[in-house]
């Protein structure tokens, strides 16, 4: 039988570029002559049926704007048994035969949490953080990077004219790939990330003497969220150094903005190839980016997956940031 209606909802932390997948679905889905409702608030509207038909102009001019046009939220409801049969109520009484969901790792979970009670999902990986194991992207990973680039630069500016330390965090919950990046995108002195476990004199205090007797006058600390201490190491750096230390922690700033060019090409791609997936009856599959290309496989073997690290670019890293 041809699929005819399906949802599409955008769950969890949101992600620049999850527009241009909501925008590249429905076209591609409605062009197709697949109906496509957007459910709005992720779990939550799927549990309490709050849904709009979209059309090929609902999705105009979203291409280049961050956030979702449908919301997000992150739905301790949903992990309830009575939150999946909500959940299931609106999938069948709205006649859905399939379901979209775009977001990160808890989204992943709610994927596999309907499909096991027979739903037939699609799932599309988006977040800042890029910690969705199985695939090599998510969306918004890109956009988040430059920004903290660009917010570092000018905190880099002050950071020099006073030959001061500037402690930054940035976020990616217990992965580093965010810190990792961006801290050789800025010639960070250190970069402290979840996966690695650091020793305050040798991989901070020693850095910065050793730089500074080579005649470093500023220097910048990169701190993955996942690592929790970034104020308590500023202090311990000011009073260890004698260097005057600021901690900046970037918060939300990293999740908003217009997505960069990659995240623009790598979300329409999944989110066309989504639509593809529902017209081929491929159901059940997580799109990934692998050597980037875009692939799916079976949601199922997508949650033992477990995050590699990039040890290789860590370590290089630690080589030029002198
Ligand atoms: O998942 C994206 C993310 O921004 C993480 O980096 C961060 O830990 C978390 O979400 C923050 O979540 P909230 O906006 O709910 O505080």
Redesign the pocket.
């Known amino acids: 039988m041809r699929l005819k209606t399906v949802g599409l909802l955008t769950s969890?932390?949101d992600?620049p570029g999850m527009n241009a997948a909501i925008r590249s679905f429905t076209r591609y889905a409605v062009t197709q002559g697949i109906r496509v409702f957007g459910i709005k608030r992720g779990y939550v509207g799927l549990r309490t049926a709050d849904m709009y038909e979209m059309n090929l102009r609902t999705v105009s001019d979203i291409l280049h704007r961050g956030g979702t046009i449908l919301y997000s939220s992150?739905d301790p409801e949903f992990q309830t048994e009575e939150g999946i049969q909500n959940a299931l109520k609106t999938y069948n009484e709205s006649n859905l035969d399939a379901l979209v969901i775009i977001g990160?790792n808890g989204s992943l979970k709610g994927v596999k949490a309907l499909k096991d009670k027979g739903v037939k999902c699609i799932f599309i990986p988006a977040?800042?953080?890029n910690?969705v194991s199985y695939t090599d992207y998510s969306i918004g990973f890109d956009t988040a990077m430059n920004t903290a680039l660009e917010m570092i630069d000018k905190i880099r500016d002050t950071t020099r004219s006073h030959e001061k330390c500037s402690v930054v965090e940035v976020?990616?919950?217990k992965c580093g790939d965010?810190a990792l990046n961006i801290g050789i995108g800025v010639g960070a002195t250190s970069i402290l990330v979840p996966e690695i476990t650091y020793d305050f004199e040798k991989d901070i205090i020693s850095r910065i003497k050793y730089t500074q007797n080579i005649g470093k006058r500023h220097f910048i600390i990169v701190i993955a969220?996942g690592c929790e201490k970034s104020l308590e190491i500023s202090k311990k750096i000011e009073e260890k150094t004698g260097i005057t230390t600021r901690c900046t922690i970037l918060g939300?700033v990293?999740?908003g903005g217009s997505p960069t060019l990659r995240d623009r090409v790598i979300a329409s791609g999944m989110g066309y190839y989504a639509a593809q997936l529902l017209i081929d009856k491929n159901f059940n599959r997580a799109i990934a980016i692998a050597c980037d290309k875009i692939i799916d496989y079976d949601v199922d073997s997508t949650l033992t997956v477990k995050k590699k690290f990039n040890l290789k670019l860590y370590k290089e890293a630690l080589n030029i940031s002198i």
Request: glycine residues 24%.
């Open positions: 969890g932390g992600a992150r990160g977040t800042i953080d910690d976020m990616g919950r965010l969220e939300h990293q999740r």
